[in-house]
């Protein structure tokens, strides 16, 4: 009993300090991150979100605004543009690029030794953005002296546009360079759903007399469906923040068939001053990114198989 | 406590080192010389040319240590300076170009400077700069910031692409007679046209189109208000551009491929005219015949010479810095005649300042290198009103090359560019 009634308060005694120094470690830990979080994406983030019902030129005064600068931004047709310009990356870059992806996915999991190419795809990833901008520049200049056009006319007799002067084509010309340069990682994470389908119910639906056509229809495209639709998420995001490329790529300034959301978020603040015009053109890009991704999220019901 | 005071200082230390080493204006570098912090945009070649200034100046001043801090490209030049003003990081002086001067001055980031230029320690007087040039960095009557150097818009001519077309006048022969005039250039484009050539080659910018404005007798801002689509000769002048760059007459530099743009043409004689300014010259040098080419000014309806455009910069104080003293020494040398001619030796710039005239005629080249003098002496930097609009003169240059195009048509265009400009305007 007495051996009880001293055993009970030490053992809560001893599992206290215990627990309170995991809260301190973790604390520790995540204290860097979580100041950087308040510091680069919170505080950001709700400054934008005031800033967007002010009028502010950066240095002077701030002044209410109310929902000026949304009704501004949503009768201009400057936006309009960017936002169509947008969307049309979206439709090209989205489906086509995750497309090839996964079919290069499937060739190279049934490939042995795919290594290389699992490299040689994936170089364009960890190559800098301005480079590959740099690059395809010299390879999609205009008239005989890009690269591309160049060889077009020397091989074939096409007579290619000027794919990042004309402003019906650029927007071709970027959706190609986005497609390039994300590939290796599409590739890379499908090739990782792929991994994770159990051989035995291919193999059984083998036995079962199934083709590759319908083994990759009826299994592995279900069974790949929730890696899908994380990158499809993740692809739709990222087109809609495409800037740094199309900016080296092709001054939008030049060519309005270039303008994006981004672009128009920093032209607006950074070029006119008008910061909050520029919030909240960002504000409505943020809404939007939002407002596409619940339809994915909506779709994942219907079309994402979780089971196995 | 304890534990919680350290997390908090672990916080309060990530937080400082997340938050970038901005470094405010004008720091002394401990007890030896102070470090003045300067910016500009351009290439590592104009970059060089500041070379000597600054191994000049350092010698004559051991307290002061400069700081170039250059970017490269012009157009992310005053994104950077604006982010830097923001947050108190911006240099002690730094350049500031003639179509973002008149934010900076209204936002009340400058220093004003006329006590200063015209006190005992200034290098160069607030009258040592000509008027015209001053543009959106004077406001009622202060100075805000000193024009460094200028370049004079004026119309390259290509002689050997004249006589291939038939032409036997001599643009600036006509000029000295008093008989360059509008109708004169026009019949001339309109010939080099007709033997296959580009008449003339513009940079889409204030600089022609104003100038080309101002030779047909026309207003651009009139009273504060943007009158360039209603003022009848400034229409005119509008309507003829838009004629001569869809009927091929005139063509656009900034359409022209990188590879085989407007020097190039220009060196293969296949235009007859090129406006730009003295830094053409080192274009021409390139692999031009330099004795085929020579300037005349933008022509007038007379023949009388007008007002032209003169592409400007200034150098400006921040308001912030801790050195004013300093800042302003490097200030008033790096633009008084003594500066402009160090700096300006082997550039392509016109100096802004009196007396430094030597720059731009020793040479002999071109034969009428005294145009761009007279250009600059009685030109116009960018309207004031225009300058006081971030943004507002790129949005006309961008409109007025949809109209260019043909992507929107004349009378619609006009209307546009007056709802925009109205606009922005508030």
């Known amino acids: 009993m007495t051996v009880l009634t001293r055993a009970r308060p030490r053992a809560v005694h001893q599992a206290r300090p215990v627990r309170n120094r995991d809260g301190w470690w973790a604390a520790f830990f995540l204290a860097p991150q979580v100041a950087a979080l308040l510091v680069f994406l919170a505080f950001p983030l709700g400054f934008a979100v005031v800033l967007a019902f002010m009028r502010w030129d950066g240095l002077g005064q701030k002044e209410w605004a109310g929902f000026d600068n949304f009704a501004a931004q949503l009768s201009d047709p400057e936006f309009g543009l960017a936002v169509w310009n947008t969307v049309k990356l979206a439709l090209l870059t989205v489906p086509f690029g995750l497309g090839l992806a996964l079919l290069i996915a499937v060739a190279l999991n049934n490939v042995k030794g795919g290594g290389f190419y699992r490299v040689l795809y994936f170089l364009p990833v960890v190559t800098s953005s301005v480079a590959v901008a740099l690059m395809w520049q010299i390879i999609l200049a205009g008239n005989d002296y890009g690269v591309l056009n160049a060889s077009l006319e020397r091989w074939f007799g096409i007579s290619a546009p000027d794919w990042l002067g004309d402003p019906g084509w650029v927007i071709v010309a970027i959706a190609v360079v986005t497609i390039w340069s994300s590939l290796g990682l599409n590739v890379v994470i499908f090739l990782a759903g792929l991994q994770t389908i159990p051989l035995q119910i291919v193999e059984a639906a083998r036995m079962d007399g199934a083709d590759s056509l319908r083994i990759f229809r009826s299994i592995t495209l279900p069974l790949l469906s929730p890696t899908i639709f994380f990158s499809t998420v993740v692809a739709v995001i990222s087109s809609f923040q495409a800037f740094d490329q199309i900016y080296v790529l092709v001054d939008p300034e030049d060519n309005e068939g270039a303008k994006t959301i981004v672009y128009q978020v920093y032209e607006l603040g950074f070029k006119d001053f008008q910061f909050g015009m520029s919030s909240a053109a960002a504000l409505i890009l943020l809404v939007l990114t939002l407002l596409v991704t619940l339809v994915q999220f909506a779709a994942q019901k219907r079309l994402v198989h979780y089971d196995s | 406590m304890n534990r919680a005071l350290a997390v908090l200082g672990i916080l309060a230390v990530a937080t400082t080192a997340c938050s970038g080493s901005g470094k405010a204006p004008g720091v002394s570098s401990g007890s030896g010389p102070v470090t003045i912090r300067w910016s500009t945009w351009g290439s590592a070649e104009d970059i060089k040319l500041y070379e000597k200034f600054t191994e000049d100046f350092e010698q004559r001043h051991p307290d002061i240590k400069l700081k170039l801090e250059p970017v490269a490209k012009y157009e992310d030049y005053h994104p950077k300076l604006l982010a830097q003003l923001t947050s108190k990081t911006a240099p002690d002086v730094f350049f500031v170009g003639d179509d973002n001067i008149g934010k900076f001055v209204s936002a009340g980031v400058l220093t004003p400077l006329n006590d200063k230029l015209a006190g005992p320690s200034s290098k160069s007087k607030p009258e040592d700069f000509f008027e015209g040039i001053y543009g959106g960095a004077k406001k009622d009557g202060q100075i805000y910031g000193v024009p460094n150097d200028t370049n004079p818009e004026v119309l390259w001519f290509d002689k050997k692409a004249l006589k291939d077309a038939g032409i036997t006048e001599d643009p600036a022969a006509l000029n000295e007679a008093g008989r360059w005039t509008m109708a004169t250039y026009l019949d001339m484009n309109a010939k080099l046209k007709a033997a296959g050539k580009a008449g003339s080659i513009f940079w889409n910018w204030y ?15 009139d009273g504060g208000k943007f009158v360039a689509t209603t003022d009848p000769k ?80 200034y150098l400006a104080l921040n308001k912030d810095t801790k050195l004013p003293e300093q800042a302003f020494t490097f200030l008033t040398e790096f633009v008084s005649k003594e500066g402009q001619l160090i700096r300006l030796k082997d550039g392509g710039a016109v100096p802004s300042v009196k007396g430094a005239e030597q720059i731009v005629l020793a040479g002999g080249y071109p034969a009428h290198a005294q145009t761009f003098l007279d250009v600059r002496d009685t030109g116009f930097a960018n309207y004031p009103e225009e300058v006081a609009v971030p943004g507002l003169t790129a949005d006309i240059n961008e409109h007025l090359m949809k109209v260019w195009t043909g992507k929107v048509g004349f009378d619609e265009g006009m209307t546009q560019l007056q709802k925009l400009v109205d606009g922005k305007l508030g």
Do not use: C
Request: charged fraction near 20%; hydrophobic fraction near 35%; aromatic fraction near 12%.
């Open chain 2, 207 to 221: 600089g022609s189109t104003y100038s080309m404005i101002n030779g047909f007798g026309g207003k651009v801002w």
């Open chain 2, 234 to 313: 400034a229409r005119a002048a509008l309507q003829a551009l838009t004629k001569g760059y869809q009927d091929k007459t005139f063509l656009s530099a900034d359409l022209l491929p990188d590879s085989n743009g407007p020097s190039t043409q220009f060196l293969k004689h296949k235009a007859g005219f090129y406006a730009g300014g003295r830094w053409v010259i080192d274009s021409l040098k390139k692999g031009g015949e330099l004795g085929d080419y020579d300037i005349v000014p933008f022509p007038s309806q007379t023949g009388r010479p007008m007002p032209g455009a003169v592409a400007a910069s």
